[in-house]
């Protein structure tokens, strides 16, 4: 054996604790699997397109902690449209009453981030907005305000004229013509975010709605434009 190939050996040892932590990292990553409820729940308010899942949350290898969930979701036609989790609800239990029998215990947490961990399945009802609308909704409830702010200052403020004016009707018509609901089958594309690298599985999910649903959503929408 020559000093050169002395020299390269040592070389190869030296990156040999590296190359096995990054082994061990690769097989020892988490892996976040996802299981939906059958049943979604949707909506729509002056909050915009709502859509609740409940989902299951299970992980192995190690625990990990998710800072966002969102979701695309998309038309068979193509459309597609992103939801941010806005709150999430975790069930703790159930109580028992001898008046109404078994009653679920909840209680909605932050959704600034949540840990999962090896030992139990999470579950959690998940409330998802559509983030564009918020977007475009605050300028038209910058509009508002600044109008409601001025005519205040004047003290020429009266409730009925002000409901009348042309920034509340702008709103009003913003909030009633972006519904955008579909009758058809709708996949659901789970995008989830954590600080460490991870592996998702089971991230699709899809639901249809047939015309009975359109029709109940656009009697909300109506309501809400009328008020």
Not at 191 to 196: A, F, I, Y
Request: proline share 4%; with cysteine.
């Amino acid at each position: 054996m020559t000093i050169i190939d002395g020299i390269a050996i040592l070389g190869a040892l030296a990156w040999l604790p590296h190359l096995i932590k990054l082994i061990r990292d690769v097989i020892t990553r988490p892996a976040v699997r996802i299981i939906a409820q059958r049943t979604v729940e949707i909506g729509y308010n002056t909050l915009g397109p709502i859509l609740n899942l409940r989902v299951a949350f299970s992980v192995c290898h190690r625990d990990i902690v998710i800072s966002s969930i969102k979701i695309k979701l998309i038309h068979e036609s193509g459309d597609e449209k992103v939801l941010s989790w806005q709150g999430i609800i975790e069930r703790l239990g159930q109580l028992n009453t001898p008046e109404s029998g078994p009653i679920p215990w909840e209680k909605e947490r932050s959704v600034l981030a949540i840990k999962l961990t090896e030992k139990e399945i999470e579950e959690r009802l998940i409330r998802f907005h559509e983030d564009n609308y918020h977007t475009q909704n605050s300028i038209y409830e910058s509009k508002v305000m600044k109008k409601l702010t001025y005519l205040k200052g004047k003290g020429e403020y009266e409730p009925d004229n002000f409901l009348k004016s042309e920034e509340m009707k702008d709103h009003c018509s913003f909030i009633k013509h972006w519904f955008n609901w579909k009758q058809g089958r709708y996949t659901v594309i789970f995008e989830v975010n954590s600080p460490d690298k991870f592996v998702l599985k089971d991230n699709k999910y899809q639901f249809s709605l047939n015309p009975l649903n359109i029709e109940s959503l656009e009697v909300n929408k109506d309501l809400i434009a009328l008020h």
